[in-house]
């Protein structure tokens, strides 16, 4: 059983910066893959970026170019950091494990980009 847990969202301005951390309950080096993911309400979840034990990384279209996803080994974190945001990535973002067969979700941290 893997706990994550999410931090660091609000309410920025449009072209504003935040950082998103997930801490897990087990070291890091351990979970094959973990990413990020956002959902709208009424709108299917949507992954956002991942990155490999390895140290391999992916990004949705829409975010390339301006996340970025990265780990603190020592902190068992994974933060993701956002800069231009515009008022298309509201959503609730969630961290997200994957060990074999399982997937672990956080609970979800609220992001607003607004003026």
């Known amino acids: 059983q893997v706990q994550l847990v999410e931090s660091g969202g609000g309410l920025v301005q449009p072209g504003g910066s935040l950082r998103l951390s997930c801490t897990a309950s087990?070291?890091?080096?351990?979970?094959?893959?973990m990413g990020w993911y956002r959902q709208d309400p009424g709108k299917q979840r949507e992954w956002v970026a991942s990155?490999?034990?390895?140290?391999?990384?992916s990004y949705s279209d829409s975010v390339k170019g301006r996340f970025t996803i990265s780990r603190d080994n020592a902190k068992n974190m994974v933060n993701l950091r956002m800069n231009n945001l515009k008022p298309e990535d509201t959503a609730v973002y969630y961290c997200?494990?994957?060990?074999?067969?399982?997937?672990?979700w956080g609970q979800g941290t609220q992001v607003t980009v607004s003026s």
């Open positions: 997200n494990a994957q060990m074999g067969p399982s997937q672990y």
């Open positions: 087990v070291t890091i080096f351990s979970i094959p893959a």
């Open positions: 990155l490999t034990s390895s140290g391999r990384t």
